[in-house]
């Protein structure tokens, strides 16, 4: 088994910079925790009132931030790696809007009754479909890959304005955040199944990175080392449709985390490995971070963390294209 040591220190400096950004996002706030008290805690000791807001308050939103932003980085990272295209994330292509007008359906359509998470992996897949089917003939790969998600994003978005358009105001109010990017309104059950998604996607993510380092190559190539290209882009791509479905499902269409965090796993590790470990941390990180300066910025008033996001993602996409343009 050969172990890449830049590989295990980046995965070493992701986890610890998480914990300390964990450690600082339960301490900060309207309600100030002492870092000594949040140790007592983690003890099992404390005063009521601090064990109160850490526990029933922060630690389930960051658990959320975490999972979510895990599993945005590491679809992310997938379908990066799928197209050779960097810019290939479930937010570009459109899998995001997807997911985020069925499940915005869920509420203004049909009421709460029908589970947002079920309908927002339903529109992640819808979405993956027309889109692949739309690039026939490019397959999941090139540039006419991401212009046809693109092209479906713009539909789903557009889907997603009529329908709060067409809403009661009370019913539009309950959707918003799911257009935007929260933490702020989870859905009790989602950030469970998003917790079982990743334990059950994980390591299927894994063990489809040794074929995505081959599928690099060229095709041939890659079938000449004993890959299965069409078995394993079905699998990379629902995979990635699984892993955003659900993240989506939690905290709407956070689409930039996916953009941000496998390149700073990539910058971090190795160029010869698929960085899915790097890119969850990576991911995780950024997450927890945003939602951390959404609450401090203009406290007492609340930013969603997608807002966060796009803030910064879009001065990085532009790096990406310019530094992108100036390499070629």
């Not at 979510?68 to 050779?84: K, N, S």
């Not at 702020?184 to 990175?209: E, K």
Request: charged share 10%; aromatic share 4%.
């Amino acid at each position: 088994m050969l172990i890449d040591r830049r590989d295990v220190l980046a995965l070493l400096v992701l986890l610890l910079a998480l914990l300390v950004a964990s450690g600082t996002y339960l301490c900060l706030g309207n309600v100030p925790i002492a870092p000594a008290a949040l140790w007592q805690m983690i003890l099992g000791e404390g005063e009521a009132m601090p064990r109160f807001v850490v526990e029933q308050l922060r630690l389930p939103r960051l658990v959320a931030a975490v999972a979510t932003g895990a599993a945005f980085a590491v679809a992310g990272c997938l379908m990066q790696t799928l197209a050779r295209n960097r810019l290939a994330t479930p937010g570009i292509i459109g899998i995001d809007n997807g997911a985020t007008a069925f499940a915005v359906a869920s509420v203004v359509g049909v009421g709460l009754s029908l589970a947002p998470s079920a309908m927002a992996l339903a529109g992640a897949t819808t979405a993956a479909v027309i889109t692949f089917g739309l690039s026939v003939g490019g397959g999941a790969r090139g540039y006419r890959f991401i212009v046809a998600g693109i092209g479906v994003g713009a539909v789903f978005a557009a889907l997603t304005q009529l329908m709060l358009a067409r809403s009661a105001i009370d019913l539009a109010n309950a959707a918003w955040p799911w257009t935007v990017g929260s933490l702020n309104s989870r859905p009790p059950n989602a950030t469970l199944v998003l917790l079982i998604g990743l334990v059950l996607g994980m390591p299927l993510s894994l063990w489809l990175a040794r074929s995505l380092g081959l599928m690099r190559f060229s095709d041939a190539v890659a079938m000449s080392l004993g890959v299965p290209m069409r078995r394993r882009r079905f699998q990379v791509l629902a995979t990635s449709v699984v892993l955003t479905g659900l993240a989506v499902a939690v905290a709407g269409p956070v689409g930039m985390v996916s953009l941000i965090g496998p390149e700073i796993a990539r910058s971090l590790g190795s160029p010869r490995q698929v960085p899915v470990l790097g890119s969850a941390l990576a991911g995780a990180l950024v997450m927890v971070l945003a939602d951390l300066c959404g609450r401090l910025l203009l406290a007492p008033l609340e930013l969603p963390v997608g807002i966060v996001t796009a803030v910064v993602g879009g001065p990085w996409l532009l790096w990406i294209l310019l530094r992108s343009s100036g390499s070629r």
